[in-house]
């Protein structure tokens, strides 16, 4: 059966986490599963993703937007879509609804154009499913702090109002397409998120196999 499942959320939400925990899930139920993230999905994006992290990198905010989009192309094309075509669970560490996120609440771009691009870049291709992993922004930050062990990347060092704006992006982003954008409350434990992850996948998957009889 195949499925593009994504996983959306600010700095320290847990998705990483969560989307590996989906991926055993969804192996140990015999379905052929792909585990995958942007950016740096493939081994000729790991130097875009490495760009993108390094707080050193002094990036204009087009560059910045052009090399997220130059990722999700040779992502698409050489992981996400064939695993699809040969009917696979794709499950995606963010996606699109990254990009508007960060791109256009947090940096500023507009959106017409960010939707655009973000179409053009995919060719067309929007998730089946997307996780919006929300907490708020002193959890997520903390989080990312230990896991770092350090200041982080170059979006972690980003001030509080960034963050907020690109929260506010996702909760845009689930407002504007509720079907497909499921929030889950990321500020409690990882069991209980990951319960719910799991529960909210599998009445999906549930459901895209009854639809196909």
Known sequence: MAALVTLEGIE?????TQAGLLAAHLEDR?????????????????????LLADPASELDPRAELLLFLADRAQHVT?????????????ICDRYSDSTIAY?????????????????WAAGQLVPDLTLWID????IGLERARVHS???????????TAFHQRVRDGFAGCCKDDPERVRRI???????????????????????????AR
């Open 78 to 90: 050489e992981v996400i879509r064939p695993a699809l075509e040969r009917g696979a669970v794709v």
């Open 135 to 138: 907490c708020e922004i002193e």
């Open 12 to 16: 320290g939400c847990g998705k990483s």
């Open 185 to 211: 409350d990321g500020n409690r434990d990882q069991a209980s998120v990951t319960a719910s992850v799991l529960a909210t996948v599998d009445e999906f998957l549930a459901s895209q196999s009854g639809a």
């Open 103 to 119: 791109q256009c609440h947090g940096r500023g771009h507009e959106r017409a154009l960010v939707d655009e691009l973000n179409a």
């Open 149 to 159: 062990g350090g200041p982080g990347d170059r979006f972690e060092a980003e001030p």
């Open 30 to 50: 015999g379905l052929e599963t792909v585990l995958t993230c942007e950016p740096g999905g493939t081994r000729v994006t790991a130097e875009i993703r490495r």
